[in-house]
């Protein structure tokens, strides 16, 4: 089945850096847009960043661009988002997800999700 196992979260001082990681498996990773999505305590999902399955293209929120970057290795599995000069509100849950087309349509979805981790920036 396929998991999707994040990890690297913690707490940070504003101005600092985090390099979250994405362990993936239960599918082949290569052949999928991967993404990152993160939800700040009492808020809505709001969509981070997008890599394509090659990693060829990126895509970023206009708040992060410049400041985090979305990688990945094929070869490993693995997802990453290294985030720097990190801001009071960047503090959230994040969770890596796989994007894949809805069945039948030409729009496509996040439709597995990790568990989360969490990313705290606070003096």
């Known amino acids: 089945q396929v998991q999707l196992v994040e990890s690297g979260g913690g707490m940070v001082q504003p101005g600092g850096s985090l390099r979250l990681s994405c362990a993936a498996s239960?599918?082949?990773?290569?052949?999928?847009?991967m993404g990152w999505v993160r939800q700040a305590p009492g808020k809505g999902p709001e969509w981070v960043s997008t890599?394509?399955?090659?990693?060829?293209?990126?895509y970023y929120v206009d708040s992060v661009k410049g400041r985090f970057a979305i990688s990945r290795d094929n070869a490993k599995n693995t997802l990453y988002l290294q985030m720097n000069s990190l801001k009071p509100e960047d503090t959230a849950l994040y969770y890596c997800?796989?994007?894949?087309?809805?069945?039948?349509?030409?729009?496509?979805?996040?439709?597995?999700w990790g568990q989360g981790t969490q990313v705290t920036v606070s003096s």
């Open positions: 997800a796989r994007r894949a087309q809805v069945p039948g349509s030409g729009l496509y979805e996040y439709d597995y």
């Open positions: 239960g599918f082949t990773f290569s052949s999928y847009d």
């Open positions: 890599i394509s399955f090659a990693g060829g293209d990126t």
